[in-house]
T-cell receptor, first 112, second 113 residues
Framework: EADIYQTPRYLVIGTGKKITLECSQTMGHDKMYWYQQDPGMELHLIHYSYGVNSTEKGDLSSESTVSRIRTEHFPLTLESARPSHTSQYLC???????????FGPGTRLTVL | QKEVEQDPGPLSVPEGAIVSLNCTYSNSAFQYFMWYRQYSRKGPELLMYTYSSGNKEDGRFTAQVDKSSKYISLFIRDSQPSDSATYLCARVISSGSARQLTFGSGTQLTVLP
């Protein structure tokens, strides 16, 4: 079983608030990813990192930002939440030896 | 054209049926394939991965890759209600140390008791 954690699991917040979604993994994986997924829809890559101090934007444009100061931690921040940010956010890390992505349980964000 | 196309479903089958889930891909670069299962309100979990053409079995699940036709399939034998989930195919292209992972849009499966 993969050791990748996301907090909070559910978040309901008002427009204009700054939020940070936490993602941590204890497997020592260098590569980490953030996906956005609307209900019943496909995964969209919004950010990824190949190691400490390395972050890149993904395929889907996002107003969020990420940081990678420690290998195990890859937080995602929205400076000013809007209703259009309502979605599920999934964090994943990848094993370099098997190229397998392991997903966290997700954070379901609702912006009112 | 999307790099990975997946039959969108939804698919509804009776318990015990054989289920076939399918994806096609467009890039011929060296790559391998994975199937993920995602239960409602959960993150995807890896079911199987395969590097080469042919079949790979794991219990009731068989992953099949046909590189000549760029077609990948997941078969579920003796399907159970607990198999009800969304199934995502994924393709990984390796280039040196870089890994590009692309997911299909997912097929929602319901197995009726």
């Amino acid at each position: 079983e993969a050791d990748i954690y996301q907090t909070p699991r559910y978040l309901v917040i008002g427009t204009g608030k700054k939020i940070t979604l936490e993602c941590s993994q204890t497997m020592g994986h260098d590569k980490m990813y953030w996906y956005q997924q609307d209900p019943g829809m496909e995964l969209h890559l919004i950010h990824y990192s190949y190691g400490v101090n390395s972050t890149e934007k993904g395929d889907l444009s996002s107003e969020s930002t990420v940081s990678r100061i420690r290998t195990e931690h890859f937080p995602l921040t929205l400076e000013s939440a809007r209703p259009s940010h309502t979605s599920q956010y999934l964090c994943a890390s990848m094993s370099s030896s098997t190229d397998t992505q392991y997903f966290g349980p997700g954070t379901r964000l609702t912006v009112l | 054209q999307k790099e990975v196309e997946q039959d969108p479903g939804p698919l509804s089958v009776p318990e015990g049926a054989i289920v076939s889930l399918n994806c096609t891909y467009s890039n011929s670069a060296f790559q391998y394939f994975m199937w993920y299962r995602q239960y409602s309100r959960k993150g995807p979990e890896l079911l199987m991965y395969t590097y080469s053409s042919g079949n790979k079995e794991d219990g009731r699940f068989t992953a099949q890759v046909d590189k000549s036709s760029k077609y990948i399939s997941l078969f579920i034998r003796d399907s159970q209600p607990s198999d009800s989930a969304t199934y995502l195919c994924a393709r990984v292209i390796s280039s040196g140390s870089a890994r590009q992972l692309t997911f299909g849009s997912g097929t929602q499966l319901t197995v009726l008791p």
